[in-house]
Antibody, heavy 124, light 108 residues
Framework: EVQLLESGGGLVQPGGSLRLSCEAS????????MSWVRQAPGKGLEWVSG????????LYADSVKGRFTISRDNSKSTLYLQMNSLRAEDTAEYFC?????????????????WGQGTMVTVSA | SYVLTQPPSVSVAPGQTARITCGGN??????VHWYQQKPGQAPVLVVY???DRPSGIPERFSGSNSGNTATLTISRVEAGDEADYYC???????????FGGGTKLTVL
């Protein structure tokens, strides 16, 4: 079965750190760019960070640049998000998402597979 | 950074047609994608590349994109279509992904 399974969320104090994981199965993980997308309670979707299939190209939203680090271990089919210096405004459900490639094998910029999410709460 | 603007809410009666807009500067030059998200669930891609549908998405879902506005059209709306809908683009100038603020579709 093709799926993404996030883990690692929880309650953390402001200024603290947390590492999220996203385990992929059912597809060739190393062939796809991956992203983290978050959703604050009752709010919309916010793209957080993305990484190419080989881990070379990495991008961050301005809101997390310098605090969050995305990485991947293709041997374990796992995506990571290391979150440091956490703030109350980082409180959100964090989803990992797989890039959608069209029938010609080109990235579309869309996400066709999402995990179920893992909740991060930053509070004293 | 690139900004996408969606109406907060759209209401439609069952069987009618719902149109959800997504505004952005020259968005017609970009490829727009649409997601459906029901409460407590992850988003689902319903339209990509402005108007293409992933496998398994009903033909009732269609899209268009021109000028400064992209539109998701849902024909013959059903109660099960009630959800939040988000537009998204890949901003080529920054290489970042951008989401619109989302539109809550209510089926009356």
């Amino acid at each position: 079965e093709v799926q993404l399974l996030e883990s690692g969320g929880g309650l953390v104090q402001p200024g603290g750190s947390l590492r999220l994981s996203c385990e992929a199965s059912g597809f060739t993980f190393s062939s796809y760019d991956m992203s983290w997308v978050r959703q604050a309670p009752g709010k919309g979707l916010e793209w957080v960070s993305g990484i190419s299939g080989n881990g070379v190209r990495i991008l961050y939203a301005d809101s997390v640049k310098g605090r969050f680090t995305i990485s991947r271990d293709n041997s374990k089919s796992t995506l990571y998000l290391q979150m440091n210096s956490l703030r109350a405004e980082d409180t959100a459900e964090y989803f990992c998402a797989k890039d959608y490639y069209d029938s010609s094998g080109y990235p579309t910029g869309a996400f066709d597979l999402w995990g179920q999410g893992t909740m991060v709460t930053v509070s004293a | 950074s690139y900004v996408l603007t969606q109406p907060p809410s759209v209401s439609v009666a069952p069987g009618q047609t719902a149109r959800i807009t997504c505004g952005g500067n020259n968005i017609g030059t970009k490829s727009v994608h649409w997601y459906q998200q029901k409460p407590g669930q992850a988003p689902v891609l319903v339209v990509y590349h402005d108007s293409d549908r992933p496998s398994g998405i009903p033909e009732r879902f269609s899209g268009s994109n021109s000028g400064n506005t992209a539109t998701l059209t849902i024909s013959r709306v059903e109660a099960g279509d009630e959800a939040d809908y988000y537009c998204q683009v890949w901003d080529g100038s920054s290489d970042l992904r951008v989401f619109g603020g989302g539109t809550k579709l209510t089926v009356l």
